[in-house]
């Protein structure tokens, strides 16, 4: 046997120490190629030997890619470097997204001992991420509380954002936040010197070098934003609704009665008084706190008002439904033409054309009828085809002209008759259908009543859309009996919702619907 | 017009004799191939070597200074077939295309050109698309070496190298009769160093020269008897030759010092990874000094006996370091030092993974390995006995999203496959095969079209089976450089003579647009040295596809739906082909922005479209993103308690192809897509009635919000 004690203990050998080792994780497309030219000439302008690779290729297409630079001081004759990055032995990582970052730390690029992250926590979010039904984008939570323990130095805050206010793009802010963190034995002109030398777009790649220059060098990392819907407090107070003194007074006395709301329940409730009032009419609002207050009267204290808290927010969405008065009246109004105009940002000069993109169907047009006429209507098959041949195509309406905006402006005026609709008593229904539901429940199971008004989350979009999510909202309430007198029930109800929402066909809500039929069919002896 | 350009890169060819060269392997490669005098130059691109055809491309006025004639081959096939150029004259050629799925192709012209043997240096320049950042199926270019007997060339990764292995190659090749492939990985490809450049050589004889002297003999052509001679001469004359060259001219090298108990054999282009393991160990130094014998095979096939014989000699143990598999090299030599009779112990694939890339971690867990079978006293410390507990990092593997490639912002192909989505939505799920090319993308989500791909062109032809129909017909993608690479023969013609009754989409976006924008045949830009402007439907038609349909803007997705619709439920039963056509949108960006920009400048009346979304009308059901997943179209969380989805937005980088609000039109989607065009340098009527407008409009807007109850915030 081999006495290891009496062995040489060697180590890496000293020079190799002096190798500097930086890769580079992006999404194609955002310039990485760019930003490694970079910092490879400024490495050689320096006088240091320097290697720098990459795998383009496919990846270019919107995919990962990672570039790899190794450099070291000349010393005499040619260094061997590697071509790809090694997990553990990486001086410098630059994620240029955040969940790039995110990869290099899984990937063990990124270690506590020695790497230098600098990272962007902006998103460029995954099609995964965007193509669920509900909420897919994942947290950058988890990756920042990864960051803070994996690495040896950590700069990251919104380049992206540093380089769009400066007229550039990331690379040019990644260069700078790069050679502000002083992880590179190079003075800033040299930076400098080699986005002149590239050439192109030098002027604004060097302010958004410099701002992230200085953000780095500063150390500034950007305070983790506060995760969504925990701290009301800081939400700004709602500033009262200009118009004229008698509605202005009657949205007094509503918001009064608001106040006089149990605490968890008011912020709620003064966001979905606003909705609907901006929907109809101060009346309307009068009757959103109606419903609001059969519900208070079934809720207390002893259950922190969660029930009526949910009801606020999912009663008032229920009650400003999509319909088309809606959509006329939203994209006809002042200020969405001011936001338009600030997300655009035209020129002094130019001239501004928006195109919308309507398609009515017949159901659209009967929803408009009264709500008796519409129905008949609706239940009589060709005639609704014969409507379907005049209305059923692609409407491109142009708002900026008088013609076109007059078309939808008339149609966004018809508020008033909005409450004698078909689709207004189908919503009605639809609406007090469940919240007969709710009332039936709560006395039970209370929190099988506050699942079953989360579920109304799952009525969305317009047509098809919509008329899937009320199906899957309808496959979620027919397990209800199946669940019956069950102590899990709420829990069930809970996880068939988020099941419905991982898909589009729900085809996740199947799958959990068959595991409720078939406990079901166990427990039940018939 | 190729994706990237090389102009000025170009200017770096013209180097001579004492100057340097800094800059990407593949760009030293070309200037290796013109100081060699290399006579012909051609190939097929594809990553890792795209940007080698692109430089040739751009160097053409170069090219016809020295006399070296270039051709953009038509496929991989077309590529080697042209080193027959050198099979009767004493011309140097090279070619160069993508390593494994290119040598496929082409294998049928290297194993008849590998027959025949030739005159001229014949060089193959493969890039061995292996590994991270691969696009293709992860299989080895080395057995077609072993099959064919051409020899494989591997150079260790750097620029001086890669340059030097240009010229061997060219001298084993004429020393040996034999062609001789150069394999280059994707990082070696784009690997950045310098080197000493020396003059570019004219050819001793040029292409145009040899035509006024014309050569053959019948005994180089692939018939009975000579095919069973040169069968005999490859293992006769050709072999020893190659061994001899290899030897005399030292191509292999040795690193680290004579005498060792054990040794590592690595293939050329495993020596960075093989010394950064040894570094790391700390039994090698910056400079590559190594206190272990390293016997680079810069020559992978053939494997030279007598030098691995004698790099055996005093070693109990050898290490054989040869990424991909099967591990040939490893069998080969196991056999050889079982033949003689050698005690030595050959390792390899006992210690590294059977399969995939030799990443730096497993270079680094192999070697140590490796040691401590057979060396242990020579490890440090550390590697004896690696106690270090690693840090305790989270886990983000359930976190980090995958992100594979997907179709660009404002992709054209993007409506194509929406509205392949919308008309099985109403027809139900069809037999959908893919092909080669940015196409194939609509395989992975949000489209999920397409299930398989055979090889390029060969996307009809793999839906042949089925060409007799049924219930629901079979559809085919094809793009348009698959179309001309093989597919109007494999493909369309397979269809027409078979009377398929099936349907086949041809992508066509101007450009092989997956492999860097190269120009081809239905390219619609004039190309000085390039026939291009040749329709596609001319093509089909003229095969005799009697059912064609041609789209001219793929992102009227409607069309699209419509035309796939009637392709699909049609009487015809003869073979459908509809050709979707609209330029691909980053060579158009590529191309329009700055005649756009300098319009602007010069006070011409200039459309910028972009769209949007207002967020109050979305309801965030992600419907569009379903049937998009355009980069540029992304979600958003908005600050209102009542919202519990992120609603859908659309940032700066929007081109505005259109394709959102034709989607949201086409499938019924929603109100809430807009598409706002900024008119520059607008007329003096257009600003005045716009002024109007907005007159009048903002008269109705402050009417009708003075009668109601307005928030701000």
Known sequence: MNDMSQLPDAGPDQTVGEIIKLAVLAVGGQGGGVLGNWIEATARAQGWACQATSVAGVAQRTGSTIYYIEMAPKTGGDPVFSLMPTAGDLDIVIGAELMEAGRAIMRGFVTPDRTTLIASSHRVLSIAEKMVPGDGVVSPEEVRAAAEIATHQLFITDLDQVATENGSVISASLFGALAGSGALPFPRDAFEAAIRTGGRGVEPSLQAFSAAYDLASDGANEPAAAPANQAPDNRPVPVAPRGPADLRAAWNALSRRVDAFPEPVKEMARAGLKKTVDFQSADYGGQYLNRLDGILARDSAENDWSLSREAAKYIANAMAYDDVIRVADLKTRGSRAARVTAEVKPAGGTVLHVTEFMHPRAEEIVGLLPAKTGARWQANFSRMKTLDRLFNRGRRVRTDSVLGFMVLFLLGGLRGWRLKTLRHAQEVAHLETWLERVADTVGRDYALAVEIVRCRRLIKGYSDTHARGNSKYDRVMNALPLLAGRNDAADWIRRLREAALQDEKGEALDGALQTIASFADETDPT | ?713
Request: aromatic residues 8%.
């Open chain 2, 1 to 713: 017009m190729a994706e990237r350009s090389f102009k000025k890169e170009v200017e770096h060819l013209r180097k001579g004799t004492g100057d340097v060269f800094t800059g990407e392997g593949i760009l030293a490669i070309t200037k290796a191939l013109l100081e060699n005098g290399v006579g012909y130059v051609g190939g097929y691109q594809g990553a890792p070597i795209s940007h080698l055809m692109d430089v040739l491309s751009d160097a053409q006025e170069l090219l016809e200074e020295l006399d070296v004639r270039f051709e953009a081959n038509a496929s991989e096939a077309a590529a080697a077939a042209m080193l027959a150029a050198s099979v009767h004259y004493p011309i140097r050629g090279a070619v160069t295309f993508k390593g494994a799925v290119g040598v496929n192709v082409a294998s049928d012209a290297l194993a008849n050109l590998s027959s025949s043997g030739v005159t001229g240096g014949a060089l193959v320049i493969v890039g061995e698309d292996y590994g991270e950042g691969s696009s293709i199926m992860q299989e080895r270019t080395h057995p077609f070496a072993m099959k064919s007997q051409f020899w494989l060339l591997d150079p260790r990764p750097n620029l001086p190298s890669i340059v030097k292995a240009v010229g061997d190659g060219f001298e084993l090749s004429e020393a040996t009769n034999t062609p001789v492939m150069m394999m280059v990985r994707i990082r070696a490809c784009h690997v950045t160093g310098s080197f000493e450049t020396c003059d570019n050589q004219k050819p001793a004889l040029s292409v145009r020269q040899a035509l006024s002297d014309p050569q053959k003999d019948f005994q180089r052509v692939v018939l009975p008897p000579w095919s069973f001679v040169h069968e005999q001469d490859k293992v006769n004359n050709r072999w020893p030759a190659a061994e001899t060259y290899i030897l005399d001219n030292q191509l292999n090298e040795f690193f680290g010092p004579g005498d060792s108990e054990v040794g590592i054999v690595c293939q050329g282009g495993m020596y960075n990874g093989v010394i950064r393991a040894l570094q790391r160990l700390g039994l090698a130094d910056m400079y590559g000094n190594s206190q272990v014998p390293v016997y680079v095979l810069n020559v992978t096939y053939p494997i030279v006996e007598t030098e691995f014989l004698r790099f055996c000699e005093g070693k109990s143990s050898v290490l054989i370091v040869e990424e991909g598999q099967p591990e040939l090299i490893e069998q080969s030599v196991s056999a050889m030092a079982y033949r003689n009779g050698l005690t030595v112990k050959i390792h390899g694939k006992d210690v590294f993974p059977k399969a995939g890339e030799l990443q730096g971690h497993i270079m680094l867990d192999a070697v140590t390995a490796f040691f401590r079978k057979a060396a242990p006293q020579m490890l440090p410390g550390q590697g004896r006995a690696p106690n270090t507990p690693k840090p305790d990092i989270p886990d983000l593997s359930k976190t980090v999203p995958v992100r594979p490639p997907s179709f660009c912002t404002g992709c054209p192909e993007r409506p194509i496959f929406a509205g392949i989505k919308l008309a099985q939505a109403e027809l139900g799920e069809h037999q959908i095969a893919g092909d080669i090319g940015c196409h194939l993308f609509a395989s992975l989500p949000p489209f999920e079209v397409g299930g398989a791909t055979m090889g390029y062109g060969l996307g009809p032809a793999s839906n042949a089976a089925f060409d007799a129909g049924g219930e629901k017909r079979a559809i085919s993608i094809l793009g348009d450089g698959g179309f001309w690479h093989n597919g109007l023969s494999s493909s369309i013609g397979n269809m027409v003579y078979n009377k398929s009754d099936s349907v086949a989409v041809i992508v066509d976006n101007y450009y092989s647009a997956a492999t860097g924008g190269q120009d081809v045949l239905s390219s619609r830009a004039a190309n000085p040295t390039k026939q291009t402007n040749n329709p596609i439907t001319d093509a089909v038609k003229g095969i005799g596809v009697n059912w064609v349909r041609q789209i001219d803007r793929t992102y009227d997705v409607a069309k699209v739906r419509d035309v796939m619709k009637e392709a699909l439920t049609t009487d015809y039963d003869g073979p459908k082909v509809i050709v979707m056509s609209s330029e691909c949108m980053l060579n158009r960006q590529r191309r329009e922005k700055p005649i756009r920009n300098q319009a602007i400048r010069d006070g011409a009346r200039t459309e910028v479209p972009r769209f949007g979304v207002d967020e109050d009308v979305c309801t965030g059901d992600h419907a569009c993103m379903r049937l998009s997943g355009c980069p540029s179209l992304s979600v958003n969380q908005l600050d209102d308690p009542l919202r519990d989805d992120p609603v859908a937005s659309i940032d700066q980088t929007c081109v505005g192809c259109g394709n959102c609000g034709e989607v949201a039109d086409a499938a019924i989607l929603c109100p809430s897509f807009y598409r706002a065009d900024v008119v520059h340098n607008p007329g003096g009527f257009e600003s005045w009635l716009a002024r109007h407008r907005a007159g009048v409009i903002g008269w109705f807007q402050k009417r009708r919000s003075a009668k109601r109850l307005e928030f701000t915030t």
